[in-house]
T-cell receptor, first 114, second 112 residues
């Protein structure tokens, strides 16, 4: 158990809908990272937050957005969903918010868009 | 941008054998190379990493080697055990943000 929690574990929705994925980092970690893992694209970094502020942006679509709240939990919002958005979405956390330190990954949210 | 190629996509070995997974990268400025293990139903877990100023790093049965000139790095697992069965990902990162680019993964199967 990494100490990172993600909810929900599974999510099934329809095209055009909007969903919110939630992540709680390990106690003491200030940074949260979001990743997408799909058969087509493999594992890709989406976005990073550190202590409430966006720190780095990767291959995140404009239809996707994220935020980190004062209690450090984070939410990833996916809107106007398409079939290709079906994937595993992982959240990871770390202490100092650099990519060269150990990131602890949560168990993921499996999203299926029908 | 960075491109990371990982081979093989599947590797099947007998318990006790060694396993080697290889990755190549395209950006000569890349300077941080982590390896992750992902077990079924779980998120990736960092198992070892290497920086560009080091040629080799070992941690018990796991080692990583880096050849900057050839732009490739490899993961070596000795005395494999069934619990080593998982998908392994390499990554390369560069620049001030060090955002990683991942390989496509290698499914390692260790037969008892």
């Amino acid at each position: 158990d990494s100490g990172v929690t993600q909810t929900p574990k599974h999510l099934i929705t329809a095209t055009g809908q909007r969903v919110t994925l939630r992540c709680s980092p390990r106690s003491g970690d200030l940074s949260v990272y979001w990743y997408q893992q799909s058969l087509d694209q493999g594992l890709q970094f989406l976005i990073q937050y550190y202590n409430g502020e966006e720190r780095a942006k990767g291959n995140i679509l404009e239809r996707f957005s994220a935020q980190q709240f004062p209690d450090l939990h984070s939410e990833l919002n996916l809107s106007s969903l398409e079939l290709g958005d079906s994937a595993l979405y992982f959240c990871a956390s770390s202490v100092a918010g650099t990519f060269q330190e150990t990131q602890y990954f949560g168990p993921g949210t499996r999203l299926l868009v029908l | 941008g960075e491109n990371v190629e990982q081979h093989p996509s599947t590797l099947s070995v007998q318990e006790g054998d060694s396993a080697v997974i290889k990755c190549t990268y395209s950006d000569s400025a890349s300077n941080y190379f982590p390896w992750y293990k992902q077990e079924l139903g779980k998120g990736p877990q960092l198992i070892i990493d290497i920086r560009s100023n080091v040629g080799e790093k070992k941690d018990q049965r796991i080692a990583v080697t880096l050849n900057k000139t050839a732009k490739h790095f490899s993961l070596h697992i000795t005395e494999t055990q069934p619990e080593d069965s998982a998908v392994y990902f390499c990554a390369a990162s560069t620049g001030g943000s060090y955002i990683p680019t991942f390989g496509r993964g290698t499914s390692l199967i260790v037969h008892p």
